[in-house]
């Protein structure tokens, strides 16, 4: 999920319950009764609720709790946790982003292929089951939730003041390259005044690179974003971009970033599935209608994406296995399209369902979102992540917000990237 860099704390935590801190309780109790609790631990609103209840009420036994907490401290209470052998939950979500890292430590894991995981390498896109399997695919380490698929939301409004069309399909295409995409902001800027392009450069920076093969490390795991010409050439335009007025220079995902899009600040936002949940609920209900969706430049892509592990140190680990089954089930990931959250099923069968397909967002123009993020979801060039894929990834985000605030030239900034990534490597 996203996410994201994300993707990406999403700061959804706020509006749950959460049932269980993260330190001081133990997992996977026994009741006095013999009823088992399991305790889930994510790092947003997975839209988990309506499936649990229906879990406990199909496995009278088993009592289901749910511990959330923002991105970062989630894993890093996790990394933690796996140390020193205590306090991981029973069910454990691991953002994509993340699992290059956990992979490594995969000892400390349930391989669910002792629990009837290889049954399932078919139902998944193939590269979102490879990103979770190690071993040539003997070791599952966890099972895909979702995707995020790409696309751009837009403000309808916004565009037609700029002279724009509104329409999603000739949005679309006014920009099949992200050059296109940042040649109709220059257009956007110099009509509204009052109105940035987009809402980040970290975000649209991220898109980009989501879109390649290879981007901070290659296949052998090696860092190659100071040779890699897509790195360079992607920073360069986006930081370009920013220093001629086209981002709002949000940050995203914080406190200023809701409100900028309550607000308005933005014409465009680079928008993954799970990103409809938090624009409607930060835009509000007056913002209805002025919303919409189109395609993402440069083809399909993928933004965020989580996975469920089971923890080796919980005490029912059977148990365990078997609801993070349920929750990534075909039906499960589809009801949970359907949901708040809208986040996208990893599943081939559930993104060819017509549950997904059919499936239209009233909030955002009555945008098809069915269709868009599955076609974009498999349509993607699958993109290495490093397992030190986050440490480098914060630096280049960091120097692009430097752009944004007019502390440094486009050319700055990249060396800056450069210099604080190799610093981060070398710990």
Known sequence: MGTSLIRRSLAAAAGLTTLLTLAGCSSGS??????ITLTVATFSDFGYKPLIAQYEKTHPGIRVQE???????????LSTQLSSGSGAADVVAVEEGYMPKFRQVKDRFVNLAEYGALRR???YLPYKWAQATADDGRFVMGYGTDVGGLAICYRRDLFAQAGLPTDRDKVGKLWPTWQDYFKTGDTFTAKVKDHAWFDSAGNVFSAMMNQTEVGFFDTSDSYVADTNPDVEKFFSD????AAAGQSANLVPFSQQWNAGIKQGKMAT????????GLIQTAA???????????SVPGGGGNWGGSFLTVPKQGKHVKEAAELAAFLTSADSEKKIFQGPTGSLPSLTEALADPAVQD?????FNDAPTGKIFAASAKDLRPSFRGSKDQQVRVPFANALQLVEQRKASPDEAWRRALADAAKNLAH
């Open 284 to 294: 509000g209900e007056e913002a209805e209608g002025k919303w919409d969706i189109a």
């Open 67 to 77: 511990r959330v907490s923002q991105l970062d401290q989630h894993h890093n209470s």
């Open 359 to 363: 499936t239209r967002k009233a909030y």
């Open 121 to 123: 390498e078919e139902e």
């Open 269 to 276: 936002i680079t928008c993954p599935a799970w990103m409809t």
């Open 238 to 241: 986006t930081s370009k971009a």
């Open 30 to 35: 026994t009741g006095t009764s013999g009823e």
